[in-house]
Structures are given as C-alpha cells and as structure tokens.
C-alpha cells in the first residue's frame, strides 16, 4: 500500500533560510482548529477589575499559628475526616488545611478565588507531588515557579505593560492574536503556558535567552491580568520503557519497548485505523539543539536479508517519516499494520520535539484489505471509550482521568506494566501550552493535566488516553493522548534556587500534556470494545492459553 499523508491544512511551507522571520509576521503561524467556546472571547470586564490580579491568600496550618484544636479528635481521625470533607466553609478550611494529606505537609497553601467565584488551592509541592486532586471539594493545583533576575546583578529592567484590555480566563484557549501579542513582547520565546492557577509562564530556550529578553525587550509582570512568570521549557516526549497490553515493537516476539497503541478509529471514509505518536518513529532533537534517540534506537535492527522493514525503516524515502514503518505486537508474532498516514511534518532532518510537531499522531492500517487491524479495548475494572469529549469541560473542572489500553489477540499475555497504576488514574486539568516552531512557521496547542502520585506514576506510559469521566463509570470520553511531561521545576529554576544541591538528588513533580487532535480523528466513530475479562494471575511474559471463549489480551496489571 502506497503511503499517503493526510496533512492538515493548516501546515505552512518554511521559508528560506536567509529571510528572517519577524515577531510581527502572525500569519506565518496559522492557528489549529479550536473550538470557539473553548477560546476566550476577551469580553470586557468591569472597570474595577482591570489592573487587580487575582487575589491569592496563604492559609496556615494549626502548626503555623501554634494552636492545636480537637475538634475532629486525634490527628488520625482528623486526617481522614480531612480526606472526606465535602465541602469548604470558614469553620472547617483551616482544619482541611492542616489534616488534608495533600495540605498538611506543605509549607506554602494558597487559596484564590476566579472570576465565577470558585475557589481553588494552590500548592508549592514537595518532592512526591500532591497524593489527590481536591481537598474539600476545591481543586488543588500546582503553583508555578519562574527565573527572576540575579539579585547580584542590580539592574533595572524596563517594564513592559500589559498588552491586554482584558481579564483573561485560564480555563480557556487563547487566541490566535493572543499568541502574536506575544511573540512581538517576547521575540526570543518559543512558547507560553496558561495555567488555571491563574499564571502564565512564557517559555524560552536557555537561562540565556530569558536574560537577553530582559535586557532587550523588558520585564513584564502581566498578561491579561495573568501573573506572569519566565522559564526555560524542558518538554521530554513520554518514551519510557512499559511493557502492557498494547505496547508494539519492531518485529516479532521482541519484549522491549517504549510505546504504546492508542484508540481504534473508523474515519469518515469508512477505514479503519490505529493511533500511534509520531514522536517515537523518527528522529528526534531537543528545542535546545541536543539529539534525542528515536524509538527504532531502542531495538535490535532487523537482518539485511528480512523482507520486512523493521521500525524505523523506511520504504524508498529519505525524509524523517513514519510512513511505511511495520509495527508489530510487542512480546507476540502478531503484525499489527504499517503507518500510513501522518498529520505532523516530514522533513528531511531531525524534528524539534515538541515544537516541531503539531499533532504528534500517525495512523496505522491493515497492510493489505484481506488483513484486519486488532481490537483495542479497556483493561478489566475500566470504563469502555463510546466517543469524543469537549475541551471545555476539561478545563472546567469535570473529572478526569487517563488509561492505557490493551489489544485483543488470539494468545493470553500476561505482561506487568509500571505505567498506570490500577489500570487507571485521576486526573485534574492544570492549563494550555501553545508553542511555534519558526523554521516550520506552525504552533501548536496542548492540554496540560496532572494526576494522583501514587508511587506508580503514568510518567512513564506513553500514549496513555485523557478521558471524561470517572474510572468507576460504565462509558467514557476520550479528550487527546498524553504526548510529553515536563518538570514543575525547571533545571534553570533549580539552579538558581538550590545552589547547593545536586539537582540528581531532587525529585521533580511533573505535569503531561497532549496536543489538540486533528479535526478528521475528532469527527472519527472510536471502535472500543467492552473491557477485557480478567484472568488468572501469571506473570510477564509468559503465555497461557486458554479456552477461545476467554481469549482476551494482556491486563495491565
């Protein structure tokens, strides 16, 4: 089957090298298809409002203040009514504060209350992250950190206004001219975070770059009545190690991987698919210059007298593609299909990770129409995905969480995976990312989410689903793919400010995003099937087989 590209239509052709590209130059970054009622309209606050930040203000603890209080008896019957509390009032928030595992042993908690009047908390965490997502039926969110000047250096900075007439509204996207306002305020960024917290963080290549922004451009505080912070973007593809249910390799019976299968689609066309990130099929470079390996470096090539392509072979192209790759089933002899189609650039050198992308999604097909793509399903204790979820009620706060999935074959496989713990986890909404590669001219926009740390965390599951809903729930909505994670605190921050430690010794919570899907995948019908039947305990990788009335796949278990 020839391969084809189903590119969208917002890709713009680069320049050339010799002809520089001006902040000023917004239509040279087209915007992706975002929903109109997630973006913000920018409507016109009171004139009060404008120039006021969102109010933050610190709880302290019963140990801050020196006052121990019995009210909900023993500290261990107050920890766990503190874990049940539904809701927040005056005489219960300084106890939910101190008992609540997620608040007690913090040192900084702060509450501050959005434009709909709803509170949220937010947490300066320690080294582990935070254990849940409410605490009293209030989110809990993250409070970011960014570079300052070095005090030593004592100079001062021009300010630079804020550009916005407006009091932006961080539980939605911004607009396409939001992001050229800030491309000609900070022309050395390469991204921005918006951040329910009420923050927006502009992203830079180095330390380096952050300094010459001061220098040159100003400092700003603000952005649409957002606090405004500086940082250098550590984004990393989500490529670690995890065997499960849906993991694929190379060729056939390999073990080792680093990735995973995603949802089954029927397009519109009637064909069916497999989604698979782009990331982990070519080559690969860090937006601060440094390489990182593609997948195909993680196995064994295949031999020179295969007919088989193995992954990360391509099929009479020199471009950096996925097209034409085999993917097999990992652990199995199974060949799931070969790549097909692909809506993230194909150039012919390394691709900047995450900049260079805009969707990080390929698709895999049967290899011929007499063979049929597997069936991806829910693991055991999960619901089953019936459809696609809105962006908007992600950022609103509905409940979240993110899976893996698993292929149904022929051959039980036992396989232990340390991706998702449970099968699944809860997760809570922390913001957008948007980010522009100036050699490609395109941007992209991401969800931005955190989960539960439970010793087991979904860092290391590439391809793990976002969905709509609860884990106990029967059905749910698939939202987008986690594509990469990045540290809170950002190498740059923690040299700045834990000079004397060693930055291997300190632990990093971190948060995932996924990019926005293409609009062809989001009107696609997703094939899901009911969720596995559980099985006999076994441990990885042997096989059982097993009456064909029970012949499901792998549990991550």
Not at 253 to 276: F, H, M, N, P, Y
Request: proline share 8%.
């Amino acid at each position: 089957m020839p391969a084809v590209i189903r590119t969208s239509t917002h890709v713009a052709t680069p320049r050339s090298k010799r002809q520089r590209i001006y902040a000023g130059d917004s239509g040279l970054f087209p915007y992706p298809p975002v929903p109109d009622d997630s973006t913000d309209p920018h409507e016109e606050p009171p004139a009060e409002w404008l120039g006021l930040l969102r109010s933050m203000d610190q709880v302290s603890s019963e140990d801050d203040l020196g006052t121990t209080s019995s009210e909900w008896g023993s500290k261990e019957v107050a920890t766990a009514r503190a874990t049940i509390e539904p809701t927040i009032t005056p005489q219960n928030e300084n106890l939910v504060r101190t008992y609540h595992p997620s608040l007690g042993p913090v040192d900084g908690v702060w509450v501050t209350k959005e434009s709909n009047e709803k509170s949220i908390w937010l947490v300066a965490p320690g080294p582990l992250g935070i254990p849940h997502t409410h605490a009293g039926g209030r989110e809990i969110h993250f409070l970011p950190a960014g570079l300052s000047p070095r005090t030593m250096t004592m100079i001062c900075f021009k300010a630079q206004p804020d550009p916005i007439k407006a009091v932006l509204n961080p539980r939605r996207f911004l607009q396409s001219h939001d992001l050229h306002v800030i491309r000609e305020m900070f022309p050395l960024a390469v991204g921005a975070r918006v951040l329910i917290s009420g923050f927006i963080v502009i992203l830079f290549k180095s330390r380096a770059d952050v300094e010459k922004s001061w220098t040159q451009d100003g400092e700003a505080c603000t952005f649409g009545n957002l606090r405004l912070l500086y940082d250098v973007m550590e984004d990393s593809p989500t490529r670690t190690e995890v065997s499960g249910g849906a993991a694929i390799a190379s060729k056939p019976d390999a073990l080792e991987t680093s990735v995973t299968l995603r949802l089954k689609l029927r397009l519109l066309d009637g064909q069916e698919v497999i989604t698979v990130p782009t990331h982990a099929f070519v080559k690969l470079r860090r937006i601060n210059g440094s390489c990182l390996r593609r997948l195909a470096d993680w196995f064994t090539p295949a031999g020179k007298d295969s007919h088989e392509p193995a992954l990360g072979t391509m099929r009479g192209s020199a471009r950096n593609s996925p097209l034409g790759k085999i993917v097999f089933l990992a652990g199995d002899s199974r060949k799931i299909g070969v790549i097909t189609t692909t809506y993230d650039p194909t150039p012919s050198n390394l691709l900047t990770f995450p900049s260079g992308f805009l969707h990080d999604l390929s698709l895999i097909t049967a290899e011929a129409p007499s063979k049929s793509l597997p069936s991806i399903i829910s693991p055991d204790g999960t619901p089953r995905v019936v459809g696609w979820g809105s962006y908007r009620n992600v950022l609103d706060g509905h409940p979240l969480f993110v899976m893996g999935l698993n292929v149904m074959t022929g051959n039980l496989i036992r396989r232990t995976s340390f991706g998702v713990s449970g099968r699944a986890q809860q997760a809570l909404a922390e913001g957008s990312e948007y980010l522009w590669d100036k050699e490609t001219l395109s941007q992209s926009v991401s969800i931005l989410w955190r989960t539960e740390y439970d010793g087991d965390s979904p860092t290391d599951l590439s391809s793990a689903t976002l969905c709509l809903g609860q884990i106990s729930d029967r059905t749910c909505l698939a939202v987008c793919f986690q594509n990469f994670e990045f540290p809170l605190y950002s190498r740059a921050f923690l040299e700045e400010d834990h000079i004397d430690t060693p930055l291997k010794k300190v632990a990093r919570p971190r948060m995932k995003g996924g990019f926005l899907l293409p609009s062809e995948v989001q009107r696609a019908e997703i094939i899901c099937d009911d969720p596995e039947i559980s099985a006999a305990p076994g441990t990885f990788p042997t096989r059982e087989r097993v009456p064909a009335g029970f012949r499901r796949s792998s549990s991550h278990r």
